[in-house]
């Protein structure tokens, strides 16, 4: 039974709650920066994507995906990619579609069950490598444990995945975020999303109108106008059922750790699924009682997060 229901992680007192939490590790945390190499590849339908590299001319590569409205520099990036590369992995950190310093050339955007992207990255890298290893945070969890699960060729380099603060009922945790004590962080998805699509649709003005966003008061309004018809489902509740990747976690054939924070202002309680973890062979699933969004500062030792300690254990252990 992989359900881990011990855990050594300890909260600094003063951050006593969820939202500090979350809020304080993703506005003050600072990372010296690191000397990545960007390189732009080519997707299969003529869009492109951008990957930051960190190379120590190591066979084994640790490939990082981040969350919504994330990118391959966020805090928390930088601070998983060090954790690796100081420990002698290759590192890439890569921008979903439309994340990076540009717009994307098609008139899609990236969202939570795009694995095809995540392939591309995969298949681009994995020549150079015997072994592959995956970290997502939050969307990128949920996309990193669907393509896990997924019934698709993989790359037989690939050999461990980790899921940090995974949404991995997608529906459930949007009407989560976009409930009343959590206003502030829907809003300022919302605000840069919104961006996205007026940036967008004076590309695409036939594939993408505007005249909508004024209806658009909440994230799922958006996954309804937006995220769902662009990329080919009937609405909101067809994108989640079709992406969640809780409805995948079955079929992962590879060792994958699940660390989500149960006072996580994010997820819902289906993102705790700890009686289907229960039979599960592959997938380890730890539930630590505080940690927040993408958090998990330190009480000591804060420069490095417990979140990047028990990702580098599990990769480089025995579970």
Not at 54 to 77: A, C, D, F, T, W
Not at 125 to 147: M, P, R
């Amino acid at each position: 039974m992989p359900l881990i229901n011990k855990t050594e992680y300890e909260n600094p007192k003063w951050l006593f709650n969820g939202h500090l939490q979350t809020i304080v590790p993703g506005l003050f945390r600072n990372i010296q920066p690191l000397a990545f190499e960007r390189e732009r590849i080519n997707t299969p339908d003529g869009d492109f994507l951008d990957l930051d590299w960190l190379k120590n001319n190591s066979q084994k590569l640790v490939i990082i995906s981040h969350g919504l409205e994330g990118n391959s520099q966020r805090p928390y990036m930088m601070g998983m990619a060090r954790q690796f590369f100081t420990k002698g992995f290759d590192v890439l950190n890569w921008n979903f579609r439309g994340c990076g310093e540009e717009i994307n050339l098609k008139p899609i955007f990236y969202h939570s069950g795009a694995t095809y992207d995540l392939d591309t990255v995969i298949e681009h890298a994995e020549k150079n490598y015997d072994e592959i290893f995956l970290v997502g945070f939050s969307l990128g969890g949920n996309l990193t444990l669907k393509y896990l699960g997924e019934e698709r060729k993989r790359s037989p380099k690939l050999r461990k995945g980790v899921a940090i603060s995974a949404p991995v009922h997608l529906e459930s945790s949007c009407e989560k975020i976009s409930s009343r004590e959590n206003f502030m962080y829907a809003n300022r998805f919302l605000k840069t999303l919104k961006e996205k699509v007026i940036k967008k649709a004076q590309l695409f003005p036939k594939e993408i109108s505007t005249g909508t966003l004024r209806k658009i008061k909440t994230l799922r309004d958006f996954d309804d106008f937006f995220t769902g018809p662009i990329h080919g489902f009937d609405d909101a509740h067809d994108y989640y059922e079709q992406n969640s990747s809780l409805y995948f976690l079955e079929g992962i054939k590879l060792p994958s750790l699940i660390l989500n924070a149960q006072n996580d202002p994010f997820l819902s309680p289906k993102c705790f699924p700890v009686k289907l973890g229960r039979n599960l062979e592959n997938v380890w699933m730890e539930f630590p009682k505080y940690g927040g969004h993408v958090g998990f500062i330190q009480r000591k030792q804060q420069d490095i997060y417990w979140s990047e300690q028990r990702a580098f254990e599990f990769i480089t252990g025995d579970q």
